[in-house]
C-alpha cells in the first residue's frame, strides 16, 4: 500500500505566455529527452597501470580542450588490465568532431590503452520540465471509484454528480492555465466551516509554530476563513511567492512515483472537492480539507519546502525499492511528522493537521479513551515518539486504517532537511538530478535517456485492493 494513498494532496500553476489552446499545442510538441538538452557523452577510459598521476594526464587533457566533465568514476579491474578505468561523463554532443579529435588525445595519453564512447545508458521515465507533468493523469481511483458503500457519500447521487464535475478541471488542465475558481455551494462551505472552526482549536494547541505563523498570512491573503472556501488558486500565487511552491489540481490519488516526482518541480498536487457534508469529520480520502488545512500553510515555509523538494528530487528515476523508501520518509513527515517545541511535541504533518483526533492522539499528553477508541487504538494509552531518523523511518511500517502507533519528532524544521538531505544522498542513483529554477527542469549529470512512460498507477492500485481485501 503506498504512502500516499491515504492521504496526499498536490497542485500546480504558473502563468505563461498565451491562451490555453496554443500552450496545449506547444506541450505536444516539444518532447526533448535528456540528452538532447544538453547533450552529454558518456564513455570508457581504461589505463595499463595504477600509478600517481595517470588520473591527473586525463584530467588535464579535459582541460586543454576545455571541456567540462560532469561524472566520473573509478572502478578497478582484477583481470585484463593491471590499472583501472574511468568512467566518465561530460559535456558534448558524441557525434561531434571535436568529441572524436579529444577521445583521440585521451587516446595518446601515455598509460590509456583504451577510450570508448558508450551508449547512453536507459533510466525510467520521469519528468524533464515542469510541463511533463501534464503526462500526470493516472490516478489510483479516478476521482470517484473510491466511493465504495463504506463512504458517506455513497447513496448521494447529487454528491457523485458534484465530484465528477470538479474533477474535469484536474483531468482538462495542463500547465500555464490558471487554475479554474469553483463556486463552492453553500452546504459545501458550511462543511468547510464546520471543519474549520474545530481545527483552528485544536491547531492552537498542537500545532507547530511555523505552521501558527503562516495561517494569519493565509487568512489575509488567501481568503482562509470559517465562510470560504479559499481557491487553489489564490494560495498557488501565495506559495509561489514564498517558497517558490505552486499546486496543481488532481482528480483523485496518485502514485507514490508520480506524487513524489511533482515535488521535484515544487509542485504540490491537490484535490478541490469537499468530503460528504453527512459527517464533516471524517473522510476516506484527502480533499480541500486535507489539502488546504493540513498540507498548505506549510510550502510557505522554507526549509519544509527544501525538504519536500528534495524527497522528489530523489525520486527521479528511481527503483521502485527507493520509492517505496522515500514514500516511508514522506509518511513520516509531511503526513505524520512531528517537531520539539521545548518540553512538548508540536504536529507538523497533514495527516496530523487535517484530523482533530489525530492531533490529540499524537500531541496530548495524555490522549482522552474517546480518541483512542475512534482512532481503533484502544488498547494504547499513548503512541511510541522517537528521535526523527529517516534511515529508520524509511524501513518502519506504517497502518492506514488506525491512528499512528510510532511518530518521529525532529528538533527542528532545519534538523528534518539536515537529515533527509544525508539520507536521500545515501539512495544509489542512476544519474544526480540538478533542479533549475530558470527553466523549471532537471539536468542530470550522466549522459541518459528515458525509457518509455507507463504509469505505475494500475500496479499500485491492485496492492491497495489487496490491502484493504487481505
Ligand atoms: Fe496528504
Known amino acids: 500500500m503506498s504512502v500516499l494513498s491515504r492521504v496526499s494532496a498536490r497542485f500546480g500553476r504558473t502563468r505563461l505566455l498565451g491562451s490555453t489552446r496554443s500552450f496545449v499545442a506547444t506541450t505536444k510538441t516539444i518532447q526533448r529527452d535528456a540528452n538532447e538538452w544538453e547533450p552529454k557523452t558518456f564513455a570508457i577510459i581504461e589505463t595499463s597501470k595504477d600509478e600517481v598521476g595517470s588520473l591527473r594526464k586525463i584530467l588535464d587533457a579535459f582541460e586543454g580542450h576545455n571541456i567540462n566533465m560532469t561524472h566520473l568514476e573509478s572502478r578497478m579491474k582484477s583481470f585484463a588490465r593491471s590499472g583501472p578505468s574511468f568512467h566518465v561523463d561530460f559535456l558534448g554532443d558524441p557525434e561531434a568532431p571535436e568529441t572524436a579529435r579529444f577521445l583521440k588525445d585521451l587516446q595518446s595519453i601515455s598509460g590509456v590503452v583504451q577510450c570508448k564512447i558508450q551508449p547512453t545508458r ?172 493540513g498540507h498548505a500553510p506549510l510550502f510557505a515555509n522554507m526549509d519544509f519546502a527544501d525538504f519536500s523538494q528534495e524527497i522528489g528530487l530523489a525520486s527521479l528515476a528511481a527503483s521502485d525499492e527507493d520509492i517505496d523508501r522515500l514514500a516511508s520518509v514522506y509518511w513520516f513527515t509531511v503526513e505524520f511528522g512531528l517537531l520539539r517545541e521545548g518540553d512538548k511535541v508540536k504536529a507538523f504533518g497533514a495527516g496530523l493537521l487535517s484530523s482533530f483526533g489525530e492531533l490529540e492522539w499524537g500531541c496530548a499528553q495524555e490522549p482522552t479513551q474517546e480518541c483512542r477508541e475512534m482512532g481503533s487504538v484502544p488498547d494504547l494509552n499513548k503512541p511510541k515518539i522517537i528521535p526523527f531518523d529517516p534511515f529508520v523511518a524509511a524501513q518502519t511500517k506504517f497502518p492506514i486504517t488506525t491512528y499512528q502507533p510510532t511518530f518521529f519528532c525532529a528538533e527542528s524544521m532545519g534538523d528534518a532537511k539536515q537529515n533527509i538531505r544525508l539520507f536521500c544522498d545515501s539512495l544509489s542513483r542512476p544519474f544526480h538530478p540538478q533542479y533549475d529554477s530558470l527553466t523549471q527542469s532537471i539536468r542530470a549529470t550522466k549522459a541518459v535517456r528515458r525509457a518509455t512512460r507507463s504509469s505505475t498507477a494500475a500496479a499500485q492500485a491492485a496492492k491497495q485492493s489487496a490491502y484493504f481485501e487481505a
Open 122 to 293: 536507459e533510466v525510467p521515465w520521469f519528468p524533464l520540465n515542469i510541463r511533463d507533468l501534464d503526462l500526470t493523469r493516472e490516478t489510483l481511483d479516478g476521482g470517484t471509484d473510491l466511493i465504495n458503500k463504506d463512504h458517506p457519500g455513497f447513496h448521494d447521487q447529487e454528491y457523485k454528480a458534484r465530484r465528477s464535475k470538479i474533477v474535469e478541471i484536474a483531468t482538462t488542465y495542463t500547465h500555464g492555465m490558471e487554475i479554474p475558481r469553483i463556486d463552492y455551494t453553500d452546504e459545501e462551505t458550511r462543511t468547510w466551516g464546520a471543519v474549520y472552526d474545530r481545527l483552528s482549536e485544536c491547531h492552537a494547541k498542537w500545532a507547530c509554530s511555523e505552521f501558527l505563523q503562516v495561517v494569519p498570512q493565509m487568512e489575509k491573503y488567501c481568503g482562509y476563513s470559517n465562510s470560504n472556501i479559499p481557491q487553489l488558486a489564490d494560495i498557488s500565487d501565495f506559495l509561489l511567492q514564498s517558497s517558490g511552491f505552486q499546486l496543481r489540481p488532481i482528480s483523485g490519488l496518485l502514485s507514490a512515483r508520480d506524487f513524489l516526482n511533482a515535488l521535484a518541480f515544487r509542485v504540490f498536487f491537490s484535490t478541490q472537492y469537499i468530503r460528504h457534508h453527512g459527517n464533516p469529520f471524517y473522510t476516506p480520502e484527502p480533499d480541500v480539507c486535507h489539502e488546504l488545512l
